[in-house]
């Protein structure tokens, strides 16, 4: 009797629901928005580009570029219920674009959004464009469904087999909001026609795009920032015969940092560890039983990633002055008020960083 | 044979006092404390667990006068039949009203992380049904559900232990750097999601082996601060304070920040599992409820109580506006939870006390 | 006590009873030694029906008769053993006083079983029974003959329990049968039986059996209490018997354990439990049952322990499949696309493009079609069920998909669902189990994950609540037996099972007293 009647109302609830069933066929599918900022004689706006896979059969094209505006970035939804046939399945974006000129201005009204909204997975990788998103989002690659599909391939793929940075939803809210900590985001651009690439790293000093660096020196920014990646690192020696010898170096990076404190300033010592093999070695150096090449070999990588990091740490030192490198989280942890009475990145200027490199060459190839 | 119904072991009595413990409050319980003691929440919390420590041993001051009573029976025999069933009474609503609340907490979350447009009344009744199934039933099922579910529950862990290789240790340091006073204003915080002991005055009666309810309790103290601290120290980790006190659903949000190997997104497994443990609390109380109810009103039916009680636990569970508004009315009801926890053991002893030396004086 | 309530449903008379075949005013009516008015009585006692066969013959030249009921006595020894040898006695013995003792014991050879009573009432039931009577002219008792038999099936192969490498044996309709291969599987004292007979009409046998020094007594008390209170006209199957003395009727899940292969018997006896053995049923009886015993393959212990948790974990694997994995399908879809990996997802969702159906509509169609399938092909022969199955399986299934009524990933999700319905040793836990599915598929459909979980959640809270006379059902998971926990989702070695489980109450612990595996501690 009991049960029953608590039968019923578990039925009752139960039979009257499904209010949030929501067939897969009755919404888009969007894998990569992207963000601009619309500057004109009326104002600022904000627009958002999405880029999502035509599922019906009979449908023309096999995929669709929708263009939605507002003022700001939950106010392009108002414009979406309008312009859209389905509902948007939130849930399923993989990543999200900052165009150029907003990355520039601050992302800081953008962010709040993708923060607050739970549906947003924070696994969503972020990167800035060149040039606005929509020119990105508009391509139409040949060898992908979408072009949102090859955004996320390279997205996730490049950090795997060249040094660049990554950055997740997650890491990049650890850093916009820890003291001491600043973002830095991949730049996606283009080249041929229609053919994506990454071109760089955005530096930011919190919101705001600072400046944008070229893939060498992204290369450096990630040994120095000391997040794991692997790739290949190109250079060139003169050995003791005077031979030039070109050597391409394939590995995995990381790195140790020891902190203190020199009469009030902060002196660091980075220590970038490289692993791996050699790739390629034009001019062959003989490796086979002669321990003493490697060790050549290894010391003038030493030398040329050691150069190319003192040489990006001058440029934030005193060009881009952003502590770009994560250094600041050995300062808040050591030296509190450093970073939340002054701004660090001030500090880290005046800092005295030295690099140390290590580089291990595990084996050298087939060739003897 | 009839005992057996409501008889516990004392090995089960860990697991409900857990199972009543560990709730909802879980999930906001990091950012929380981190909000006021930063990068020293754990210490925080290792000092909230003082709370049911404390509670355990004042409960436990009149319980063990009263081996065979539960809390209807010795607060009728102390204060006179009127009094103790008003102050049973009183009881049986907080119960319910600690059911009905936490149910709602996690119905606004669900409604929150999947159910945009689902109604909240149907959420709630599809919860409080699962509760009040488990209530209806004895003593002995109640426990062993609890004990079962504990296990099933570690499975939730699993799911931080996948997030553990993330933690960044420079976000404890430096350690005990929030100062005392902070770290105290945290451990407070904690207060709330230590809640649950209380169930041992309804409860004490029933286990069978009287003697081992402190140990049981302090084991369940231990496993259940280890699992805060172990939730604590990862979101801190993952987070650093910086990022959780800014969070409000920490424990979720770090569901989210990885990508296990098949799954694309934890969060919906982790949700399930979350559904075995957050039921709990709202299950062991409304039996709390029941049960005391059923001792109140000497009417000895499970099945019609509980569906009696039913739509007064859906009513309370709506009333709450919102979120924060059930958040609000969940720390008022935290207030008497310490009473019952700390205050009325320490009452009724005393008022038997004043009655004993009284009545002395008369013989 | 819930028990007591239960039997107090039952007990509507609360009369002693004993053979209710005829509790009319006859049940005391004695031979009388007049023969044709005895033939009469025994006659009409029986019914008048052709089936009663009554032969006159002279023994010894005193007149005298056969009753006994056509095809339920082994009618061969009859015919050559008894009829031939009365025949051939000329006359009795003039010191004899009683001719049927005679016959009894000196003409009839040794080996059959001989009564004699002179109760009208038992008389009948032995004739029922299919024993012969023989009644002599003048003499006011019966003699009752030993020839029961008559066709019945042989010892076959279970068809719904094989086993590759167990005992090919199973149980048939006869329960002497099935009795002696119980008691040639375990030869010792402590092996009780104890029969009595049930059924107002049908008078069936029921045999409860243990082994007196291993199963507790309460348990036994209970399960004879629970049987003899049982007052029906007929029992036709162990399934009656069960629907009798079960503690939960209106739950889903079988609380008793019914098999067909007597080595499960005593494996089960072995531990502590007690057999029911029905006349007329294959299927034995077995109490108290726990849930994880019906996933427990009595093979899983005649292999190398680690192949035996391999299928083990699989038949745990199923169970989930079979009950969750459509609703987690509806879920999928409707709720948490998110939740799929992008190259599946943008499959999922072209091939549910432009289809008439809900999720979960199409996944009910898609279940009721395998369920009318499954019913089919139970109910036709062998071959016939078989080119269904095909027929119904692939014809039926490539054109719902070529007219585009459902996607394929349902009948993925169904077909999988379907077949592994079909890995659990035991049948009726099977039938139940995929029910178990149906409204899990109408909580995924409007909650989502969050309804599995709660779906979940009551099937687990009903779970533990159940009892199998006393015993918790989920033994040993709730309440938590650790100690037997190392042989419930993975079969430890049988060498370390020195202790009984301790789910199942019993009084003798030990097991194992001595293996060659015995810890090295002499060292």
Sequence with gaps: MVKQLLMMVLLAVVLTGCWDAKDIDDLFIPFVGGYDLIENAGGKKYSLTVNFPTLSRNAKENSDVMVVEGETIAATRIDRGNKSSRGMAIGDLRVVLFGNDLARRGVHDVVDLIFRDPRFSNTILLAVTEVRTTDIITIEPHNYQTVGQNIIDLLRNSPKNSFIPRERLHLFRKDLLTEGFNPVLPVIGVHGNNKLKISGAA????????????????????????????GDVFYSFTDQEGKTRQITFEGQNSRSVKAKLVDGLPVFEINVNLEGYIAESIDTMEFAGKEENVAIAARALEEEVRRRCEALIYDLQNEHRVDAILLGRYARAKWPPLVQKQDWDEVFCKSAIKVKVNVKIESTGEVA | MKNNKNVITSKQLIFMIIGATIGVGILTLASTIARESRQDAWISTIIGALLPVAGLFTINLITSRYPDHTFAEFSETILGKWPGKALSLLFILYALIFASIVTRIFVSILKMYLFPMTPIWALSALILFVAA?????????????????????????????????????????????SGLLNILKGAYHTAFSYLGIELLLVISPMVRNKREIIKAGLIAIIIITFIYLLVVVISTGVFGPDVLERLRFALMVIQKTYTAPVIERAEFFFIIFWVFVAFRPAANMYFASRYTAQKVLGFNSPGILTVLLFPLALIISLVPRNLEQALHYSSIIGFFGMGFMLMVPVFLLLVRFIRMSLGGKHG | MLLKNIFGKWSRTKNEKQNQIIKSAKHQTTLTGDLEKDRQVLFHGLGGSVDIVQRKILIGKKQAFLIYIEGIVDIDLINKEILSRLQRLQEFPAQTDNPLEYIGKKVLSSGRRFMSNTLVADLLVEILLGRTVILVEGIKEGLILETRGGTRRSIEEPPTER???????????????????????????????????????????????????????????????????????????????????EDHPWSLF??????????????????????????????????????????????????????????????????????????????????????????????????????????????????????????????????????????????????????????????????????????????????????????????????????????????????????????????????????????????????????????????????????????????
């Design chain 3, 254 to 523: 079988p609380q008793i354990y019914g098999t067909e292969r007597p080595d499960k018997v005593v494996a089960n006896l072995l531990e502590g439990r007690i057999a029911i053995v029905v006349d007329g049923t294959p299927f034995v009886l077995v109490a108290p049952a726990v849930f994880l015993q019906f996933l427990q393959g009595s093979e899983d212990y005649y292999e190398r322990a680690i192949v035996g948790s391999v299928a083990r974990l699989v038949r745990y694997l199923a169970l989930m499949i079979t009950t969750t994995s459509t609703s987690v399908y509806i879920a999928l879809i409707t709720f948490h696309h998110s939740l799929l990996p992008t190259d599946l997802l943008l499959a999922v969702a072209e091939n549910r493009e432009q289809l008439p159906f809900t999720p979960l509509a199409e996944a009910l169609f898609m279940e009721v079609v395998i369920e009318i399938l499954r019913e089919a092909g139970l109910r036709l022969p062998t071959s016939v069920g078989q080119t269904l199955g095909v027929v119904g399986g692939i014809v039926i299934g490539q054109a719902v998909l070529a007219a585009r009524l459902v996607s394929p990933l349902i009948v993925v999700t169904v077909s999988l669902a379907a077949v592994s319905s079909f890995v659990f040793p035991n049948y009726s836990m099977a039938l139940a189990v995929r029910l178990i599915k149906f409204p899990m598929m109408i909580l995924a459909a409007s909650f989502g994950a969050v309804g599995i979980a709660v779906g979940w959640l009551l099937v687990t809270i009903h779970l533990v609540s159940l009892e199998s006379l006393g015993v918790p059902y989920m033994g040993p998971l709730s309440p938590m037996r650790y100690k037997d926990l190392g042989d419930t989702f993975v079969v430890s070695h049988i060498w370390k099972h020195d202790k009984r489980p301790a789910s199942i109450p019993h009084i003798d612990k030990r097991r194992i007293k001595g293996s060659p595996r015995e810890p090295a501690n002499e060292e």
């Design chain 3, 163 to 245: 086993t590759v490498r167990g005992s090919r044996e199973g149980f048939t309709e006869d329960i002497g049968v099935n009795l002696a291969s119980i008691r040639r599987r375990i030869k010792s004292p402590r092996l009780a039986i104890e029969t009595l007979h049930i059924g107002e009409r049908s008078f069936t046998k029921v045999a409860i059996v243990y082994i007196s020094d291993i199963a507790d007594p309460k348990i036994v008390q209970e399960i004879r209490h629970r049987i003899s209170k049982i007052e029906v006209d007929g029992i036709l199957a162990s399934g009656y018997i069960e629907r009798f003395i």
């Design chain 2, 133 to 177: 199934y488990l209530a209806s039933q004895d003593a002995r099922v109640l426990a062993r559900v609890n004990e079962l579910m504990f296990f099933e529950a570690l499975v939730l862990f699993a799911f931080l232990i996948g997030s553990a290789f993330q933690i960044d240790l420079t976000f404890f340091q430096p350690v005990g750097g």
């Design chain 1, 203 to 230: 530096l930011f000093k919190k919101y705001k795009m600072v400046s944008q660096i070229s893939t060498d020196e992204t290369a450096a920014l990630v040994w120095l920032r000391g997040q794991e990646s692997y």
